[in-house]
């Protein structure tokens, strides 16, 4: 089973700034899956990247960027100049081994102030 | 379009009043599931069904049942809603890590 952790419930940042979503997990599985999901006020879960456990290199995609360590059990995503549209919970799950279950942090509140 | 269908996005019923929110996905996956999410407690899932005829529970199953009599479709059921099912519900469609959600239907039981 996995388990991941949020330590973060809520963030508040100011347009423009830089502020990063910590995720740790814990699995037992060699094989496994890492995802994070951004959702908006309207509610539905719009997925932002996956990343499988054999590869560790850090993902950038536009103003968004993940960092992948392996020895930390943490997979954390950073939004750069963050801009009021970034204004979502962000939720970060595991996949492990064949088990299609995800199992979801508790999610993190960012509001980023004009 | 890869997609994954939900009916009704809301929905305000009475306890005890038997409703069914169904899903549907157009992608020929086997593995289908259902989750609730709550403020504070992220998603859990509540059924998973790995093909037709074939479903198990999840990690908050009471008070739901589900059917799995074809591939495309994984109807939730709630047989007597009470209060503490007011949740949002997201329905998923899954093939190799892959994970396609639904939209996500509101529930209100009162």
């Known amino acids: 089973a996995q388990k991941v952790t949020q330590a973060q419930t809520e963030i508040s940042v100011v347009e423009k700034e830089d502020v990063t979503l910590d995720c740790v997990y814990e699995?037992?599985?060699?094989?496994?899956?890492l995802f994070w999901y951004k959702q908006p006020p309207s509610g539905e879960l719009v997925f932002l990247i996956r990343?499988?456990?054999?590869?560790?290199q850090n993902e950038i995609s536009g103003r968004y960027s993940w960092n992948f360590q392996k020895s930390t059990s943490s997979f954390n995503f950073t939004i750069t100049a963050s801009q009021v549209v970034d204004s979502a919970v962000y939720f970060c799950?595991?996949?492990?081994?064949?088990?299609?279950?995800?199992?979801f942090g508790k999610g993190t509140l960012l509001t980023v102030n004009p | 379009e890869a997609q994954v269908t939900q009916n009704p996005r809301y929905l305000i019923t009475v306890t005890g009043k038997k409703l069914t929110v169904t899903c549907s996905q157009n992608?020929?996956?086997?593995?289908m599931s259902w989750y609730r999410q709550d403020p504070g407690l992220g998603l859990r899932q509540i059924y998973y069904?790995?093909?037709?005829?074939?479903?198990d529970k999840g990690d908050v199953p009471e008070g739901y049942k589900v059917s799995r009599k074809e591939k495309r479709n994984f109807p939730l059921i709630l047989e007597s809603p009470s209060p503490n099912q007011t949740s949002l519900y997201f329905c998923?469609?899954?093939?190799?890590?892959?994970?396609?959600f639904g939209p996500g239907t509101r529930l209100t039981v009162t």
């Open positions: 998923a469609s899954s093939f190799m890590g892959e994970q396609y």
């Open positions: 069904s790995m093909n037709v005829e074939v479903t």
């Open positions: 990343r499988n456990s054999f590869d560790e």
């Open positions: 799950a595991a996949i492990g081994g064949s088990n299609y279950k995800l199992t």
């Open positions: 699995t037992r599985d060699t094989t496994y899956y």
């Open positions: 992608m020929n996956h086997e593995y």
